[in-house]
């Protein structure tokens, strides 16, 4: 059964940083492509950055140079490092599993506001 459980979310003011987490379980994590996209508040759901088995990664264009995604196999875990956060950037936040089905998380909120 895949699960995947998104942490490290919380309030932070422009300008700010946070660490996501997204703890997998139930399939092969290091075979698969993953995502992280987001949800603002009466927005659909936006790819903010995608990384492959083989580390490749991509960025939306508005994350880009403010986001860093990564993975370590070895903990079944996606991060997503994020760096001068703006206000815009008030989400909530799902790590995705790239395997056709769109199976997600329940995942983390982002509020970047002073």
């Known amino acids: 059964q895949v699960q995947l459980v998104e942490s490290g979310g919380g309030l932070v003011q422009p300008g700010g940083s946070l660490r996501l987490s997204c703890e997998a379980s139930g399939f092969i994590f290091s075979t698969y492509p993953m995502t992280w996209v987001r949800q603002a508040p009466g927005k659909g759901l936006e790819q903010v950055s995608y990384?492959?088995?083989?580390?490749?990664?991509s960025y939306a264009d508005s994350v880009k140079g403010r986001f860093t995604i990564s993975r370590d196999n070895a903990k079944n875990t996606l991060y997503l490092q994020m760096h001068s956060l703006k206000p815009e950037d008030t989400a909530v936040y799902y790590c995705e599993l790239r395997d056709g089905l769109g199976r997600r998380g329940q995942g983390t909120q982002v509020t970047v506001s002073s």
């Open positions: 990384i492959n088995s083989g580390g490749h990664t």
